[in-house]
C-alpha cells in the first residue's frame, strides 16, 4: 500500500509543476527574444530602402531617368545585391529596369508601405515564396519607382524560433518528467527506508534505525533526527519498565509481610495479644504501601503539570520561615543544628503547598543522613541564577556520577538501603521543582549534600537601579 | 459533646479499630452518607454506628442531594465521585439552596488541587480515601463540635486547672504562669479548641501550620512532646494524652 507508484508522489508532481513552470518560461524568453529581433529587422529594412531611395533620388537629380535606369539596372544585376527589390515601371506597370518582372497586383499597404507577395525563382529552378515590403514613387513624366526588401529574413527567423521553441519544450517535458521520476524513486526509496523502520519498530525490534547515507543531505538529517528521538523514547520506555519493576519490587515485600502478619492473625489458636500485635503491624505496612502510592500520585501530578493553575507569587523567604518553626524541635531532638538564612525579596510563581511539601522532603533527607552534632541549613533569596530555595547537611552527601541518577523513582542508593524511606523524596522534588519552571541542583556542600531549587527570574522584578547596582 | 460518652480513646489499643460502645440514642447525631462503594459505605457505617451515630446511606448523587435539602442531619460525609451527580456538585447545590450542613468530603483524589476545589465548593473539610478510620472519626467529631458550638469570639480557654488568655497571650496551670514559644501557644489553643475530641497529626499539621500533606518523619510528636513537657509536667492529672494510632487528645 506504501508503494502506490512515482506517479502518485508529491516529488514527481513538483517535477512535473517545475517543467510546466520552465516550459513556460522559455516560450516568454524565446518569444522576447523572437519579438525584439523582428523589430531590428525591420527597422534595418525600414533603413535599407530609406537609403537607397535617398541614393536613387540623389541619382535621377544628377543624371536624370537615363542615369536612374542604369544605377537601378546595375543594382539588378549585382551578384551581392541580397534582398533589395528595385522596379522602375511605366504607368501601365511595364518594368523597365529592376529584379522584379512586373508590379505586383495585389498589395497592401500600412503605414506608407506596400506588401506584397513574392515568387523567387533559383536558377536551379527552385521557386522560393516569400513577402516583400517596399515603398513606391511616382516620378514626373508618370514613372513609377519601387524600392522594397525582401522579409525571407524575417519568415527564416519565425520558422527557427518555432522550431527552437517546438525542441526546447519537447526537451523540458522530458527532463521533466524523466528527473522527476528519477527523483521521486530516490526520495520514494529514502522515505521507503524511515517507513520500514518505523513498521519493523512497530512490530516490536525497538532498536531498529534509520540508516545514513552519510552525505549529510537533508534525508540524512531527518533520518538522524528521528534515530536520536527513537533513541530517546527507547531510554524513556526502558526508564518506565525500570520503574515499573522497582514499584512491583518495592512493593511485593511489605505485601508479603502484610499477608504473612494477617495470615499469622487469622490463626485459631493465636493468643488475642499476638493478633492484636500482628493485625496493627498489618495495618502500618498497609499504611506504608498507601504513602508509598501517595508519593508516586504526587509525582504523577507534579509531572503532569496540572497544578500550574494554582500558582500564586510568593517569597521563598516564608517557606523558609514556616520550615524552620515546624523542623527545629525535631532537628534538635535529634542533635542536629538547624541554621537559616532568609534573604527577604525574591518572588517566586509557586504552589505554596507543593513547594513546601519539596522543601520538607529535602529536610526530612538532611535530618536522616546528617550525622549527630550535624548541621543542617536551610536558606531562600534572590541568588544569583534566580531566586533560590535550598537545603544543605554535613551528611554523607551523594557522589558526583549519581547526582542524576537518584533523581528517578524508587533509586536508592547501596549505603542508604538500611535508613527506612521509599526512595521517591528526591523524584517528587524534582518533579515539583520542573513543574514550577525550577532546577534541582544537588551539588557538594563537602563534607554533604547541598540540594538547591533555582527558580527562573521572575519577568518584570524589580530592575531599578538600585537594585542593579547591588548586583556582584 | 455528650457527656463521658466519647470513646475509651487512652484504652482504644489499635489503629482504626474502635471498641463499640453505647451512646444514648436521644441526642444521637444524625449522619447522611453519601457514598456508592458498598464495602466502603458497609464500613464507615458500622464503625460510625459503633461509635453511636444514626447513620443514612444513600449511593448516588442526585437522590443524596435531594436528602440532603430535606434537612435535619448533622453532619454530611459525601463521596467525590459518584454516579448521578458529582460530590462537587452536590456541595455548591446545596450551598446554593442556602443548606449549612458541614459537609465532609471524602475523596480518592488526594492532590492539593483536588482538596482546594473541594474546599473552594464548599465542603468543610477533605478526606482522602483510603483513611484510618480514627481519622475520618476524628474530622467528624471535630466538624459536629464546630456546628453544636457556633463561632463565637472566645477569648478564655479552659480545661481543668489549665487556663488560656488568648487576649493577653498567656497560659496558665493551677495558677502557675507557664512559658510557651508562639508556636506552642498556637498548638496549645489548637488542642484546648478541640478538647474532649481526637486531634490526628495531619489535622494539627493543617490547622496550626496550615500545610497539607503526610509528613514522612515524627515532625508533629516531637512538638506535642514538647509542650507536654511544659504543661503536664510536674501537675496532675495529665490533661495531654496520647490516642495510639490516632493522634492527640486535651482531656481532664
Not at chain 1, 543594382?75 to 523597365?96: C, F, I, K, N
Not at chain 1, 512493593?251 to 500485635?277: I, N, T
Not at chain 1, 558526583?400 to 542508593?413: D, K, N, Q, T, Y
Request: with cysteine; aromatic share 6%.
Amino acid at each position: 500500500m506504501l508503494k502506490s507508484g512515482f506517479l502518485a508522489t508529491s516529488t514527481f508532481r513538483l517535477a512535473l509543476l517545475y517543467a510546466v513552470f520552465f516550459g513556460a518560461s522559455v516560450m516568454a524568453l524565446l518569444g522576447l527574444f523572437y519579438w525584439s529581433a523582428d523589430r531590428a529587422l525591420d527597422r534595418q529594412t525600414s533603413l535599407a530602402v530609406d537609403s537607397e531611395i535617398q541614393a536613387l533620388q540623389d541619382r535621377w537629380r544628377d543624371a536624370g531617368l537615363g542615369g536612374l535606369t542604369e544605377a537601378i539596372a546595375e543594382r539588378a544585376s549585382h551578384p551581392r545585391l541580397g534582398d533589395m527589390l528595385y522596379l522602375l515601371a511605366t504607368r501601365e506597370g511595364q518594368a523597365v529596369a529592376g529584379n522584379i518582372t512586373a508590379w505586383p497586383e495585389r498589395v497592401r499597404r500600412e503605414n506608407g508601405w506596400l506588401l506584397f507577395d513574392i515568387e523567387r525563382r533559383w536558377k536551379t529552378g527552385e521557386i522560393e515564396r516569400s513577402q516583400a515590403r517596399a515603398r513606391s514613387f511616382q516620378l514626373p513624366g508618370g514613372i513609377l519607382l519601387l524600392v522594397g526588401r525582401d522579409n525571407r529574413e524575417r519568415l527564416t527567423l519565425r520558422r527557427l524560433m518555432i522550431e527552437a521553441l517546438a525542441w526546447s519544450l519537447a526537451a523540458v517535458v522530458a527532463l521533466g518528467i524523466g528527473g522527476g521520476l528519477l527523483l521521486s524513486r530516490r526520495v520514494l526509496g529514502r522515505i521507503d527506508a524511515v517507513a520500514r523502520v518505523a513498521e519493523e519498530i512497530r512490530s516490536g525490534a525497538v532498536s531498529s534505525r534509520v540508516s545514513l547515507t552519510g552525505s549529510g543531505d537533508e534525508f540524512d538529517r531527518l533520518a538522524d533526527t528521528l534515530n536520536r528521538m527513537l533513541d530517546e523514547i527507547e531510554r524513556l520506555v526502558a526508564s518506565i519498565r525500570s520503574v515499573t519493576v522497582n514499584i512491583a519490587h518495592d512493593l511485593k515485600s511489605p505485601l508479603a509481610r502484610l499477608r504473612g502478619r494477617l495470615e499469622m492473625a487469622s490463626r485459631a489458636d493465636a493468643p488475642s495479644g499476638e493478633r492484636r500485635d500482628a493485625i496493627e503491624e498489618a495495618i502500618e505496612e498497609a499504611d506504608g504501601l498507601i504513602a508509598t502510592f501517595n508519593a508516586l500520585l504526587s509525582i504523577a501530578e507534579a509531572q503532569s503539570g496540572r497544578s500550574a493553575a494554582e500558582m500564586s507569587e510568593l517569597d521563598p523567604a516564608t517557606l523558609v520561615a514556616d520550615s524552620a518553626d515546624l523542623y527545629e524541635p525535631l532537628a534538635e531532638e535529634r542533635g542536629l543544628k538547624l541554621q537559616t538564612e532568609a534573604a527577604p525579596g525574591a518572588r517566586v510563581r509557586a504552589n505554596r503547598q507543593l513547594l513546601f511539601q519539596a522543601l520538607a522532603n529535602l529536610i526530612d533527607n538532611a535530618l536522616k543522613y546528617a550525622p549527630p552534632g550535624g548541621e543542617i541549613r536551610i536558606w531562600a533569596g534572590p541568588g544569583a541564577d534566580g531566586p533560590e530555595l535550598g537545603v544543605a547537611d554535613s551528611g554523607p552527601g551523594i557522589p558526583a556520577g549519581e547526582r542524576e541518577r537518584v533523581r528517578e523513582p524508587f533509586v536508592r542508593l547501596d549505603q542508604s538501603r538500611s535508613t527506612p524511606g521509599s526512595g521517591l523524596g528526591l523524584s517528587l522534588v524534582d518533579a515539583i521543582a520542573r513543574l514550577h519552571g525550577a532546577e534541582l541542583r544537588l551539588e557538594d556542600n563537602a563534607p554533604g549534600l547541598k540540594a538547591r531549587l533555582v527558580f527562573p527570574q521572575t519577568v518584570g522584578a524589580d530592575r531599578s537601579p538600585g537594585n542593579a547596582a547591588r548586583g556582584r | 459533646m455528650t457527656g463521658g460518652a466519647a470513646p475509651d480513646w487512652a484504652s482504644a489499643p489499635t489503629h482504626g479499630i474502635v471498641e463499640a460502645h453505647s451512646r444514648p440514642p436521644a441526642d444521637a447525631m444524625r449522619i447522611l452518607l453519601i457514598e456508592d462503594d458498598a464495602t466502603t459505605a458497609a464500613y464507615v457505617e458500622r464503625a460510625l454506628g459503633e461509635c453511636g451515630y444514626l447513620v443514612e446511606r444513600v449511593g448516588d448523587g442526585r437522590d443524596g442531594l435531594f436528602r440532603a435539602t430535606e434537612g435535619g442531619y448533622d453532619l454530611i460525609l459525601l463521596d467525590r465521585m459518584l454516579p448521578g451527580l458529582d460530590g462537587l456538585s452536590v456541595v455548591a447545590a446545596l450551598r446554593a439552596a442556602k443548606v449549612q450542613t458541614p459537609v465532609l468530603i471524602l475523596s480518592a483524589l488526594g492532590q492539593v488541587d483536588d482538596r482546594v476545589k473541594g474546599l473552594r465548593a464548599g465542603g468543610d473539610d477533605y478526606l482522602t480515601k483510603p483513611f484510618a478510620f480514627a481519622e475520618l472519626l476524628a474530622r467528624v467529631e471535630a466538624l459536629l463540635r464546630r456546628k453544636s458550638a457556633p463561632a463565637q469570639e472566645v477569648t478564655r480557654l479552659s480545661l481543668g486547672d489549665l487556663e488560656m488568655d488568648l487576649l493577653r497571650r498567656e497560659v496558665r496551670r493551677a495558677g502557675r504562669l507557664i512559658e510557651l514559644k508562639p508556636r506552642e501557644f498556637r498548638l496549645l489553643e489548637y488542642l484546648m479548641r478541640h478538647a474532649g475530641q481526637v486531634v490526628t497529626r495531619t489535622m494539627l499539621l493543617e490547622g496550626v501550620w496550615d500545610y497539607h500533606f503526610d509528613p514522612q518523619t515524627n515532625v508533629i510528636d516531637v512538638h506535642v512532646s514538647r509542650l507536654r513537657q511544659k504543661i503536664d509536667r510536674g501537675f496532675e492529672p495529665p490533661l495531654l494524652h496520647t490516642v495510639r494510632g490516632a493522634g492527640y487528645m486535651m482531656r481532664a
